[in-house]
């Protein structure tokens, strides 16, 4: 893993750690990270929440394909996805030419714990509970497993075994 010459794509649902997990990626490997919804935001000028609100899912999702079309440019770099990203099938072959794709699992309960604090997941907005958790990753299921190179289970996981698991799954 030392002469990273493909890109890792780290997706899944949001609140599986993507974000947490391209930090330590980075920070072990030396190797720059790219944060899509980061970079859509500082693109846009706006959260994220107030992209859905005032220009629509749709603006966002070719927001997010353009983004992913000019980061697969480059090479040897960790993609931190917009959880939904890869649901599109242009996005999906995007990835899976251009690197490896890691998903990292959680179960709606951790899933929960972890982001029902968060106002800027306009997806969750007014559907903030464990049962809609469920119903939107079991419709997202079959893309994520169909597109990964790796899938790692992060539930009781610190980002630092996280970490060393998609390391070893790749060594
Ligand atoms: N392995 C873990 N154990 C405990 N908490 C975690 C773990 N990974 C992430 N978290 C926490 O869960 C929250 C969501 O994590 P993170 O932002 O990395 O998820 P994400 O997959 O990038 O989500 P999104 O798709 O919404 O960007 C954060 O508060 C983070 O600190
Ligand atoms: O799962 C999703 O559809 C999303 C996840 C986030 O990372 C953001 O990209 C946005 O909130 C949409
Ligand atoms: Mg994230």
């Not at 179960?107 to 509970?129: A, W």
């Not at 289970?153 to 698991?165: N, P």
């Given at each position: ?99 490896k794709?890691v ?45 990964a190179d790796v899938v790692v ?13 998609i390391?070893?799954a790749?060594?």
């Open positions: 893993m030392k002469k990273l010459e493909e890109n890792i794509f780290l997706i899944g649902f949001m609140g599986a750690g993507k974000s947490t997990v391209a930090a330590e990626l980075e920070r072990q490997l030396h190797i720059p990270r790219a944060e899509m919804d980061a970079l859509i935001v500082e693109r846009e000028g706006m959260a994220i929440s107030d992209i859905f609100a005032e220009k629509g899912e749709t603006y966002f999702r070719d927001a997010e394909t353009a983004l992913l079309k000019d980061l697969t440019e480059k090479k040897g770099i960790i993609i931190s996805c917009g959880g939904g990203a890869v649901m599109r099938d242009e996005n999906a072959a995007l990835m899976k030419q251009c690197g794709i998903l990292l699992t959680a179960t709606p309960e951790t899933i929960y714990e972890r982001v029902k604090d968060s106002t800027d997941r306009p997806i969750l907005n007014g559907n903030m509970n464990v049962d809609y958790i469920r119903e939107l990753m079991e419709k997202r299921k079959d893309r994520y497993l169909a597109v289970a992060t539930d009781q996981k610190s980002a630092e075994e996280i970490t060393r698991e390391l070893a790749f060594a």
